[in-house]
C-alpha cells in the first residue's frame, strides 16, 4: 500500500504560514513591506489587542486591479520577479509570493484596493485561505487589508503567543525596523485607538529622533556622530554614539538596501572600531545604512529575510570598521593616555591639559594573614569547612553548612575586594561584591513576592522618559517595580514621575537603574513573570551592593558572613559567579617545595 501522499493546499498553506508568520509582528512587517513596494507616501497602522483582534494596513500606494487583488493571495504569486536570475536583481521588499497566502491561511482578511485609472475598487473577503467573497466597491486609492482574529485556525499557535504587551513590544520593534530605514513615507500606528507614533516624512536624523528622542531631555541625535564611506564595493552612511553616551540599552539597527538585517559579524566590525573606548559592558548605538549592488547579496535565505549574505563579506567589514574608527577620530572622541615617570597621567581635555594623580591605595606592610601558627589558626578558625571544588547543582540546597553559624568572635581581614577567613583546611577568600549581591538578592525577591519594598523619598520628584517599546515592557512590570520600593505614576503616554527609589540604592540614581532594569528584561527576551521577578532583583541587587574594595570594619565583615551564611545557597550569586574560593593548606604548601 502507497503511503507517500500530497497535502492538501489547506494543510499546506498552514505549514508554509507557520515559517513566515510566527506573530502579529510578522504580520505586520509583511503587509507595511508591500505598501512600499506599492509606492505609498502614507501608510497607517491599526492594532486591536496587540494583533489578536486586528491589524490593520491603509496605505495610499498604486492598489491593485480585480484580477491581481485575486491572484496576490494565490502562492508563490508575485509580482517583483519573473525568473530566477531576478533573485540577484532585486529592487523591492518582497518578492517569494509567500506572505499574502500565508497570512490569508491563518486568518480572516479582509482587501478593499483601488487603481487611479479605475472607478471602482474590489472587496475580496478570505478565511482559512478559502475566498468567501468578491466584489466591487467605492474605495480610495490605495489598499485598506484587515487582518483579523490571527491564527483562529491554529490554536495551538494562538496559545503561544506570549501577552499583549510583549506582543505589542514586539510591533512595535517591526514597524521601527521600518521606519527607520524609509524616513521619506508618512507613517502612523495606533493600537486600541490610542495614536502610540505619527512620524512625518523627514530626514534619516530626525526620523531617529522622533522615534527615540522621547527617551532623552536633550536631543538624542546631538549623542551620535555621523559616518559616511563610499567605495566600489559598498557605500556607508549612518550613525554611531559617542562612547560616553554608551548604555545598556542601547539601539543598534543594520539596513541593506532599504532592508533591515541582523548581521553579526558586522556588529564585531563596529565593536572593534570602539574597542578600548567602552567601560564595562557598555554598548554604542548605531543606525548604519548599506547601499550595494543588488548581485552582490543574498535575501533569499529566509523568509522573514533578514538574514543576508554579502559576496564581498571581509571587504565590507574592513570598510564598516575604518568607516568608524575615521568618525570617532574625526570629532575627537578617541583620546589618548600618556604615562610619566611620576606616576600621572595626562589627560588631554579640549581647553587644556590637566595631570590627574592616580588614587593612593593604603595598607598595612606588616601585616601578614599566614602569619599565625598552625595551632592559633585551629584555634579560632571557624568550623565545618567543606572543600569549594566539588560542583553544587544550582537547584538543591548545600548540603552541609560551610561555616558555623556563630560569627561573633570569628577571625576576619580584608584584602582589596576579598574578605580573607582562616579555616582548618587553608584559607578562605570571599569576594565582598557578590557575597553582598547574594543577600540583597534574595532580600529583594521577598520584598516582590510579599509587595513590601521599603521605598526613600526624593526630594524632588525626577520624570522618567521612555520609546514606545520600552514603555510597553514598564507598564508589565510597574507592579513589581512599585513592589521592590519604586513609587511610580504615569504622568503621560511616554513617561512616568519617579518620586521614591528602594531604600536599598541608598540614593543612587534611581532612573539610571530603571534604565537597566528594562534593558536587562528586554535582552532576556522572556515573557515569565517569575523571570521578570528575578532579574529585576539582580539588577537591584548589583547596583546596591558594597563595591569592590570598599574598606569594612571587623564587624561590618563578620555581619556579612553571618548573613550570607543563613541562605541555603551562597558559593555562586544567582547568576552563577563564584563568591567563595578555598586556599586549602596542601595547594599552599606546594608552592614552596
Do not use: W
Given at each position: 500500500m502507497d503511503v507517500i501522499r500530497l497535502l492538501p493546499d489547506q494543510v499546506a498553506n498552514q505549514i508554509a504560514a507557520g515559517e513566515v508568520i510566527q506573530r502579529p509582528a510578522s504580520c505586520l512587517k509583511e503587509l507595511v513591506e508591500n505598501s512600499l513596494d506599492a509606492g505609498a507616501t502614507h501608510i497607517r497602522v491599526f492594532v486591536r489587542d496587540a494583533g489578536r483582534t486586528l491589524l490593520q494596513v491603509t496605505d495610499n500606494g498604486s492598489g491593485m486591479s480585480e484580477t491581481d487583488v485575486r491572484m496576490a493571495f494565490e502562492r508563490h504569486a508575485t509580482s517583483k520577479i519573473r525568473e530566477a536570475a531576478d533573485l540577484f536583481a532585486l529592487h523591492t521588499m518582497g518578492f517569494r509570493g509567500e506572505a499574502l497566502p500565508s497570512i490569508s491561511a491563518v486568518a480572516h482578511v479582509e482587501v478593499m484596493t483601488r487603481r487611479q485609472e479605475d472607478e471602482m475598487g474590489t472587496l475580496l473577503e478570505l478565511a482559512g485561505g478559502n475566498v468567501i467573497r468578491q466584489e466591487p466597491c467605492q474605495c480610495p486609492v490605495g489598499t485598506n487589508i484587515k487582518v483579523k482574529d490571527l491564527f483562529y485556525n491554529v490554536p495551538v499557535r494562538r496559545k503561544f503567543l506570549k501577552t499583549d504587551q510583549t506582543e505589542l513590544r514586539n510591533l512595535q520593534v517591526a514597524f521601527h525596523h521600518i521606519v527607520l530605514v524609509y524616513p521619506q513615507v508618512q507613517f502612523t500606528f495606533i493600537h486600541n485607538d490610542e495614536v502610540l507614533e505619527d512620524l512625518p516624512a523627514t530626514t534619516e536624523k530626525q526620523r531617529i529622533e522622533n522615534v527615540f528622542g522621547k527617551s532623552s531631555s536633550k536631543a538624542y541625535t546631538s549623542q551620535l556622530v555621523e559616518i559616511a564611506a563610499d567605495t566600489d564595493i559598498v557605500s556607508i552612511r549612518g550613525f554611531v554614539g559617542k562612547p560616553e553616551a554608551a548604555g545598556r540599552n542601547a539601539q543598534q539597527y543594520f539596513f541593506v538596501n532599504g532592508r533591515y538585517m541582523r548581521h553579526p559579524y558586522f556588529h564585531k566590525a563596529v565593536m572593534n572600531a570602539y574597542a578600548g573606548m567602552l567601560p564595562g559592558e557598555l554598548m554604542?548605538?548605531?543606525?548604519?545604512?548599506?547601499?550595494?549592488?543588488?548581485?552582490?547579496?543574498?535575501?533569499?535565505?529566509?523568509?522573514?529575510?533578514?538574514?543576508?549574505?554579502?559576496?564581498?563579506?571581509?571587504?565590507?567589514?574592513?570598510?564598516?570598521?575604518?568607516?568608524?574608527?575615521?568618525?570617532?577620530?574625526?570629532?575627537n572622541l578617541s583620546p589618548s593616555l600618556d604615562f610619566d615617570r611620576s606616576g600621572e597621567v595626562e589627560m588631554p581635555i579640549t581647553n587644556g591639559t590637566t595631570s590627574v594623580s592616580l588614587p593612593k591605595v593604603s595598607f598595612d606592610p606588616n601585616y601578614n594573614p599566614f602569619k599565625a601558627s598552625a595551632s592559633q589558626r585551629t584555634t579560632h578558625a571557624v568550623s565545618s569547612w567543606e572543600k569549594l571544588y566539588s560542583p553544587i547543582p544550582a537547584e538543591q540546597p548545600e548540603a552541609t553548612p560551610l561555616f558555623a553559624t556563630d560569627w561573633s568572635d570569628a577571625p576576619v581581614w580584608q584584602y582589596g575586594q576579598y574578605i580573607l577567613i582562616p579555616t582548618e583546611e587553608?584559607?578562605?577568600?570571599?569576594?565582598?561584591?557578590?557575597?553582598?549581591?547574594?543577600?540583597?538578592?534574595?532580600?529583594?525577591?521577598?520584598?516582590?513576592?510579599?509587595?513590601?519594598?521599603?521605598?526613600?523619598?526624593?526630594?524632588?520628584?525626577?520624570?522618567?522618559?521612555?520609546?514606545?517599546?520600552?514603555?510597553?515592557?514598564?507598564?508589565?512590570?510597574?507592579?513589581?517595580?512599585?513592589?521592590?520600593?519604586?513609587?511610580?505614576?504615569?504622568?503621560?503616554?511616554?513617561?512616568?514621575?519617579?518620586?521614591?527609589?528602594?531604600?536599598?540604592?541608598?540614593?543612587?540614581?534611581g532612573i539610571s537603574v530603571l534604565h537597566d532594569i528594562l534593558s536587562e528584561l528586554h535582552s532576556s527576551g522572556t515573557d515569565v513573570r517569575e523571570q521578570w521577578r528575578h532579574r529585576i532583583a539582580m539588577v537591584l541587587a548589583e547596583r546596591a551592593a558594597i563595591p569592590s574594595g570598599k574598606r569594612l570594619t571587623d564587624d561590618e565583615m563578620r555581619d556579612l558572613m553571618q548573613k550570607l551564611t543563613a541562605l541555603n545557597l551562597y558559593k555562586h550569586t544567582p547568576d552563577g559567579k563564584t563568591v567563595l574560593w578555598l586556599l586549602n593548606d596542601k595547594e599552599l604548601q606546594s608552592k614552596f617545595l
Open positions: 554604542p548605538s548605531y543606525f548604519v545604512y548599506f547601499d550595494i549592488l543588488p548581485e552582490a547579496i543574498d535575501v533569499n535565505i529566509h523568509p522573514t529575510k533578514t538574514e543576508i549574505k554579502f559576496r564581498d563579506e571581509q571587504a565590507v567589514f574592513q570598510i564598516l570598521a575604518a568607516a568608524v574608527r575615521e568618525a570617532l577620530g574625526k570629532f587553608g584559607l578562605c577568600f570571599v569576594h565582598q561584591h557578590r557575597a553582598h549581591v547574594c543577600i540583597l538578592y534574595h532580600q529583594l525577591l521577598q520584598q516582590i513576592e510579599q509587595m513590601r519594598g521599603v521605598s526613600q523619598q526624593l526630594l524632588f520628584q525626577e520624570v522618567l522618559a521612555l520609546p514606545n517599546e520600552d514603555m510597553t515592557l514598564l507598564e508589565s512590570v510597574v507592579d513589581d517595580l512599585r513592589a521592590v520600593g519604586f513609587d511610580l505614576v504615569q504622568f503621560d503616554r511616554n513617561s512616568y514621575s519617579l518620586a521614591g527609589t528602594p531604600a536599598v540604592l541608598n540614593g543612587a540614581d
